[in-house]
């Protein structure tokens, strides 16, 4: 596989579950990111993680709780969502440090939280 | 407060015409912009992107063009094709919070009819 995937790519989920999801980058970068994407608004960054360590939070809620347990990999683990968190959740990742910046997106999992 | 403005959220163009994507951004301290398309079901993929220091870049049928006195940036995109039918997103790179980000625009859907 090549790339940044996502499972699951879609998840529905009650406000008292628990779930996580996973993000996978395949391309030997650095950094991960997993941001939010509702509708009508721009892409609003969540999480970063450089180096397996978490460098950025843009004050998002406790009920999302991410980890990075190597490079390659990154979770967001959800308890507790209301309505309002459901979105479109994407995963990307970057090499930091090169002039370019280009950061390489999955697929997203579309949640819905009832 | 939105630092990168998308003002059209959609636009039509006939197969084998010019599309032009305009953005607008209002922190001077950006240092390099990115262009993204996003086909629905899939995450945004990297397009093209230009650093603060050039004012256009040139790749195929895509050129973007940075005016900064402007703080306007635009995608063309020539000649269009209906595979081009897209979601595209404007993103800049600065510095905030002490770290570097993107921020994104809220997103233009482009129509390309045959």
């Known amino acids: 596989e090549t790339g940044v995937t996502q499972t699951p790519r879609h998840l529905v989920m009650g406000m008292t579950n628990k779930k996580s999801l996973k993000c996978e980058q395949h391309?030997?970068?650095?950094?991960m990111y997993w941001y939010k994407q509702s509708a009508k608004k721009p892409l609003e960054l969540m999480f970063v993680?450089?180096?397996?360590?978490?460098?950025e939070n843009n004050s998002v809620p406790s009920r999302f709780s991410p980890e990075c347990p190597n490079s390659s990999h990154l979770f967001l683990h959800l308890h507790t969502l209301q309505p309002e968190d459901s979105a479109l959740y994407l995963c990307?990742?970057?090499?930091?440090?090169?002039?370019?910046?280009?950061?390489?997106f999955g697929p997203g999992t579309r949640l819905t939280v009832t | 407060d939105q630092q990168v403005k998308q003002n059209s959220p959609s636009l039509s163009v006939q197969e084998g015409r010019i599309s032009i994507l305009n953005c607008d951004y209002t922190?001077?301290?950006?240092?390099?912009f990115l262009w993204y398309k996003k086909y629905p079901a899939e995450g945004p993929t990297f397009l093209i992107s230009?650093?603060?220091?050039?004012d256009k870049n040139e790749d195929g049928r895509f050129t973007v063009f940075l005016n900064k006195s402007a703080k306007h940036l635009s995608l063309h995109i020539v000649p269009s094709q209906p595979g081009d039918s897209a979601v595209y997103f404007c993103a800049a790179k600065g510095l905030q919070g002490g770290s570097e980000k993107l921020v994104f625009g809220k997103g233009t859907k482009l129509t390309v009819n045959p």
């Open positions: 993680y450089s180096l397996e360590e978490r460098v």
């Open positions: 391309l030997g970068h650095n950094a």
């Open positions: 230009i650093s603060s220091i050039k």
């Open positions: 990307a990742s970057s090499q930091e440090r090169v002039s370019s910046y280009e950061q390489y």
């Open positions: 922190n001077s301290m950006f240092d390099y």
